[in-house]
């Protein structure tokens, strides 16, 4: 049992052999599935010029998300600040806010949301990488904004996204919510955490540290299942881990053939020790774990993986042991 809401991060994974379209197709059943098994959120990552990922703008997913849906919360997670005018930002989620009351979350990020530096030059208009002040500037550019120019009413729910204590030290100062990158940074993520409770100042958004770790879940019927599910993505980390982003996301078959070095197989295991991948049982005992270390208070699920159905069985199967009703006691 997990006594925290879950929710969930959309990569938009491009499968070999469909295009971005049908990918973008996949995410309206994607919402709609989820919001029926009563996830709490489901957040769409930022993110251009991959093979391997949709490049998607997340308010327009988010748009589209909200019409389709009921109950759900819907959001960015993250739109990338350095990216973006503030008072854009502000306007857009503002709206989408306005639109759908107390449904919209506006997770900000810092990153490119690419690792070709073209593109991050294109995507800031020739700019070159943000500086620590300028990020801040934007995010807290972008809070005044909310408040200041948008006045629609409802306001979205901002977050800090951040895989680092720098990022978690914003989020103090600034009081708000943070969302860690567990999925990303593992290694940071405890003394982070422990930087961003100790340091908090309460803020009008935000009167107490509030914690969501998001991480990579792959749940399946049996282990062997969830390990060759899995494999698709380890092929793109691997590419990473050499410095090659050009990775397009293969078949579970092509990942099950591809020729793993013995430093990959190493680095591939040990970021899947800190993540939850297997059976019900193991994913929710490891997520369990990882609630009580982290102290958090939500828990965010990614499931970068080949095939709708079998990325909405991983949630199934997850919600459904989770959150399973405790047996009565005996009389």
């Not at 629609?152 to 990158?181: N, V």
């Not at 958004?205 to 390990?227: F, G």
């Not at 929710?284 to 909405?312: F, I, K, N, Q, Y």
């Amino acid at each position: 049992m997990i006594d925290l809401p879950l929710s969930a991060l959309e990569v938009a994974m491009v499968q070999a052999g469909t295009r971005a379209v049908d990918t973008l197709r996949d995410t309206t059943a994607f919402a709609q599935r989820l919001d029926a098994l009563g996830y709490r959120r489901l957040w769409y990552a930022e993110h251009h010029h991959s093979p391997a990922i949709g490049a998607f703008p997340p308010v327009v997913l988010t748009a589209h998300a909200a019409a389709s849906t009921s109950a759900i919360r819907l959001g960015s997670g993250g739109v990338l600040a350095p990216n973006h005018a503030p008072i854009m930002l502000a306007e857009q989620f503002g709206t989408l806010a306005a639109l759908h009351p107390d449904r919209i979350d506006l997770g900000i990020g810092r990153g490119p949301g690419t690792f070709d530096e073209s593109t991050a030059r294109a995507l800031r208009r020739g700019a070159g990488p943000t500086t620590d002040d300028e990020y801040r500037d934007d995010v807290a550019s972008t809070l005044r904004f909310l408040v200041d120019e948008v006045a629609l009413g409802p306001l979205p729910e901002p977050w800090l996204l951040s895989s680092s204590t720098a990022g978690a030290a914003l989020a103090a100062e600034l009081g708000l919510p943070i969302a860690f990158a567990h999925h990303i940074r593992p290694d940071n993520t405890l003394a982070a955490l422990d930087h961003y409770r100790a340091h908090f100042s309460p803020s009008p958004w935000c009167d107490r540290p509030r914690v969501l770790v998001c991480v990579e879940t792959v749940c399946a019927e049996t282990q062997e299942e969830a390990i060759r599910l899995a494999g698709p993505m380890n092929v793109v980390k691997a590419g990473l881990l050499k410095g090659h982003s050009e990775i397009p996301f293969p078949t579970p078959a092509e990942a099950s053939a591809h020729p793993f070095t013995a430093e990959e197989r190493q680095a591939l295991a040990a970021f899947g020790a800190q993540q939850a991948y297997g059976t019900p049982e193991t994913v929710v005992r490891r997520l369990a774990e990882l609630a009580e270390a982290t102290g958090g208070d939500e828990l965010m699920l990614v499931t970068p993986v080949h095939a709708l159905a079998a990325r909405l069985r991983s949630y199934e199967l997850v919600k459904r042991h989770a959150h399973a009703p405790r047996p009565s006691a005996p009389r």
